[in-house]
T-cell receptor, first 113, second 112 residues
Framework: GENVEQHPSTLSVQEGDSAVIKCTYSDSASNYFPWYKQELGKGPQLIID?????GEKKDQRIAVTLNKTAKHFSLHITETQPEDSAVYFC????????????FGTGTRLQVTL | DVKVTQSSRYLVKRTGEKVFLECVQD?????MFWYRQDPGLGLRLIYFSYDVKMKEKGDIPEGYSVSREKKERFSLILESASTNQTSMYLCASRLTGYYGYTFGSGTRLTVV
């Protein structure tokens, strides 16, 4: 089955700096890669996703890049703000009715003033 | 907005008890999932269901079962609760053909 590794496990940045979280996956047939943000006391929320026919996707201060050859994908947050502090999870899956997400172990991002 | 509602935020049960965790979604999603979340281990899939009365084992099904009698409700059952089942349990749903999940807020279960 799929295995997703995520690094780093914790990340502390100053407000305004950029943050990068990296994930690798093992199943070459995976072609859907979402990122979730989990705030304290809440369930994970989808913030951005990318499919394998796309190398990069941006949404305001958030971007995701995908390297299918190397089987890794990354989340980039620019101009970080205190409200970006949360736990971030990457995930991977094949597409199709029977698909299910395999998650990374999470990154706790702390944005300091 | 799609809502996934988990019946309890916090639950404390005794070892050996039969425990029911309930999850209801209000947007007619076919697919539903149960994950458990533990520090350093991320989210691990317990069971999932593609449609009513259908269920599939995930990566860690031992000690758990599920029930999906109605499309909107997916129940996770701990047949005989043990202390190693102390965890955060997250329910999610998804529309077939769309791959993003909507999660509930989670149930933090403590087994004593």
């Amino acid at each position: 089955g799929e295995n997703v590794e995520q690094h780093p496990s914790t990340l502390s940045v100053q407000e305004g700096d950029s943050a990068v979280i990296k994930c690798t996956y093992s199943d070459s047939a995976s072609n859907y890669f979402p990122w979730y943000k989990q705030e304290l006391g809440k369930g994970p929320q989808l913030i951005i996703d990318i499919r394998s026919n796309v190398g990069e996707k941006k949404d305001q201060r958030i971007a995701v890049t995908l390297n299918k050859t190397a089987k890794h994908f990354s989340l980039h947050i620019t101009e970080t703000q205190p409200e970006d502090s949360a736990v971030y999870f990457c995930a991977a899956s094949r597409t199709g009715t029977a698909s299910k997400l395999t998650f990374g172990t999470g990154t706790r991002l702390q944005v300091t003033l | 907005d799609v809502k996934v509602t988990q019946s309890s935020r916090y639950l404390v049960k005794r070892t050996g008890e039969k425990v029911f965790l309930e999850c209801v979604q209000d947007m007619d999603h076919e697919n539903m999932f149960w994950y458990r979340q533990d520090p350093g281990l991320g989210l691990r899939l317990i069971y999932f269901s593609y449609d009513v009365k259908m269920k599939e084992k995930g990566d860690i099904p031992e000690g758990y079962s599920v029930s999906r009698e109605k499309k909107e409700r997916f129940s996770l059952i701990l047949e005989s609760a043990s202390t190693n089942q102390t965890s955060m349990y997250l329910c999610a749903s998804r529309l077939t053909g769309y791959y993003g999940y909507t999660f509930g807020s989670g149930t933090r279960l403590t087994v004593v």
